[in-house]
């Protein structure tokens, strides 16, 4: 039998939310894209581009929740809303560095999108039934 390799404690913390996040980019990215590949027909106004934007912030927030608290297997609120906070915090800094430009009010609804729906996911994703 093999020797079994243990986990340091910082990474035992650190894993679910950088596997948690990653997951939460790329559903983010793959419900973006299939909007705009939508919004490209021309049958979606514009005026719905702000509302998908937040939806899609929340969907891939709380996926991402869900998956860092099935790698955490425990802390699920905790897990959940930090995966929430750095999707969040990442999608800001990466929209500065394109636009320069923070709407106050918008970015309270994101975070707060961000971080419920994360902590909703995670909650779930601790309490999901083991097979």
Not at 50 to 59: E, K, N, Y
Not at 92 to 110: D, F, H, N, P, Y
Not at 117 to 127: F, I, P
Request: charged share 10%; hydrophobic share 55%; proline share 3%.
């Amino acid at each position: 039998m093999g020797a079994r390799k243990t986990e340091s404690p910082a990474m035992k913390i650190a894993k679910p939310f950088l596997v948690g996040v990653g997951v939460s980019l790329a559903v983010g990215l793959v419900i973006l894209l299939l909007a705009a590949l939508v919004m490209t027909t021309g049958t979606i106004p514009s005026s719905v581009v702000t509302p998908i934007a937040l939806v899609t912030m929340a969907l891939a927030a709380f996926v991402g929740g869900i998956v860092s608290a099935l790698v955490s297997r425990e802390r699920g609120l905790l897990y959940g809303a930090g995966c929430g906070l750095l999707l969040f915090l990442l999608v800001t800094v990466l929209g500065m560095a394109l636009s320069q430009e923070l709407r106050g009010m918008m970015m309270l609804i994101k975070a707060a999108l961000a971080i419920g729906s994360g902590a909703l996911g995670g909650v779930l994703g601790v309490n999901r039934k083991r097979r």
